[in-house]
């Protein structure tokens, strides 16, 4: 990176009503405050171009060669990806990456809705209340999830031992252990420290809808339901849109989760594509195929800062 | 904004919000009462209780400071969360300020690029920039991190900054670059004391990130010395013997201290930056 600062071949910001010189664009001579602008620029680019863009280069050629920990690189075109393809712990991976996904990102919309309608009504006190619900939010994920770990030991677990004491179960549930379990505590684990940075970005979103919506309505008579249904939620949409998407992208790519509670077993069951990459790629040390699995992760990236974008030129306009 | 709508039935509120805090709450609550019990009371299966009922102890805290690497992991986690702050912080500024204040080609070009980059998350490139970090010479060292961790911290804080920075009105800087001042003697003099609060809060947000990393700290170093805490606590603290859950409990809470502190004391910039990613545009 670093090309220099005369390249003028980058595409041409929307004009802000400045002075336009009458040569082509392609062509003007660059102005010293142009200068300026790059050299601000400059730090963000060269790392951003570095440690960024050109990882990202390189894990695309990684992806298409049989590297091996201490070994040459042999280009093998797309035989990664087929074979992954044909892989049974990869197609879980796929399924248990939509699933986790899915479930989670849906419980923290509902959940998170109710919290942030919850909060607006409860005035006094807000302070201490908010700074209790974004605790699992603000603790590092890996430490606070090595709680979990401990509160989901079959054992001496507290949440089986709660669970039994209140006559909910009457066998120990083999949290972790057990294919369907370890994916539900690996979910729960998830909602549970993403829930608050959902509860408070839509109260943010809910208290910036004008009061007068609600009283307008209540004058003409509508009831609690009708206001949720056509003011709450058509005024929230935006913030809606923007942190689900944010959300989908960062649980699709969630390592700590599962490698803390379960390191993607038992038998591989709960791999999601970070945690599988990981175990390909540095564990097994199969450097090739652990860049092919990151990079289904990307497909989720563009995705998502396409509709982001589109959502932001529809707010800006 | 105190309209009658938000008292009437805040009582229900209240009781609504219990389960969501017994939710979030718990765990830690837990994880502080093992790290308090001996090691008798955490074993004895079947004896459920919710207090320490057989004697405090901090024996795992002293086991925890005294008999393992945790002092290093501590102190190396402070080094790189500084100095990983201190470099995304300035590189954040400059950028955020060429790319709002000083209208150049290209610049919205440059914007959609930290947006997009701010979206990426470390998982998808953390097997290259474990290669291109050891081509550097920088595997196994506090420094890889250091160079590593502003690639997520500078797109988000320069894109939070950008929105402070957007809000300043540009008559200010227009009168002291009339009067012959440097675009660096604006932005340190005029545009900087105005957006404190941004800056306050894109450091903040930095130095939990870079705090509470895992995985390429998992990934680059290898030698428990120049572990950091997330890292150095799941990979060294976890051993196969039967009696760790009080010093990893121990461990976990101690290392979560200093971003509870900061962030009990700058909650506010904590809330505002959180939900400027989502409602800021």
Known sequence: MGRGRTDATVPVGKGEGRPRSALPVGLCPVRPQEVTAFLFVLPAVLLIGGLVAYPFLYALSLSLTSKQAGVAAQFIGLRNFTDLMHGEIFRRTVRNSLLFTGVAVVFKTVLGLGLALLLRRAARGRRVIRGMVLLPWVVPSTLSVLGWWWMFDPLSGVVNLGLSKLGLIHERIPWLSDPFWAMVAVIIVNVWRGLPFFGISFLAGLVSIPEELYEAAQIDGAGKVACFARITVPMLRPVLGVIILYSIIMTVSDFNIVYVLTRGGPMNSTHLFATFAYEMGLASGDIGKGAAISLFIFPFLAAVAFLQLRITRGQTQ | ?281
């Open chain 2, 1 to 281: 904004m105190m309209s009658l709508r938000r008292h009437r039935g805040s009582i229900s509120a209240y009781a609504g919000l219990l389960p969501y805090l017994g939710f979030a709450l718990f765990p830690f609550y837990w994880m502080l009462l093992t790290s308090l019990r001996k090691n008798a009371e955490i074993y004895d299966v079947g004896n459920l209780s919710f207090l320490v009922q057989k004697g405090a102890t901090l024996q795992h805290y002293v086991f925890l400071l005294t008999r393992t690497q945790f002092p290093v992991w501590f102190w190396n986690t402070l080094v790189v969360s500084i100095v990983a702050t201190a470099l995304s912080v300035f590189i954040s500024i400059a950028a955020a300020y060429g790319l709002v204040r000083i209208p150049f080609r290209g610049s919205s070009f440059f914007s959609i690029g930290i947006f997009i980059t701010y979206l990426v998350p470390p998982t998808l490139l953390f097997i290259p920039l474990s290669r291109v970090v050891t081509t550097l010479g920088l595997s196994d060292s506090r420094l890889s991190l250091i160079v590593t961790y502003p690639t997520f911290v500078v797109p988000f804080c320069t894109w939070l900054l950008m929105s402070y920075f957007a809000t300043i009105p540009k008559e200010l800087e227009e009168c002291a670059i009339v009067d012959g001042a440097t675009r660096m003697q604006v932005l340190c003099r005029i545009v900087l004391p105005v957006a404190m609060p941004g800056v306050v809060t894109a450091t903040l947000f930095s130095f939990t990130l870079a705090w509470g990393e895992f995985i390429y700290a998992l990934t680059f170093i290898s030698s428990g010395t120049h572990k950091t805490l997330t890292a150095g606590t799941v990979a060294e603290l976890i051993r196969g013997d039967v009696f760790y859950w009080g010093p990893l409990m121990a461990g976990a809470l101690l290392a979560s201290v200093p971003v509870i502190i900061a962030y009990g004391f700058l909650m506010d910039y904590y809330v505002s930056g959180l939900v400027a990613g989502a409602t800021k545009y």
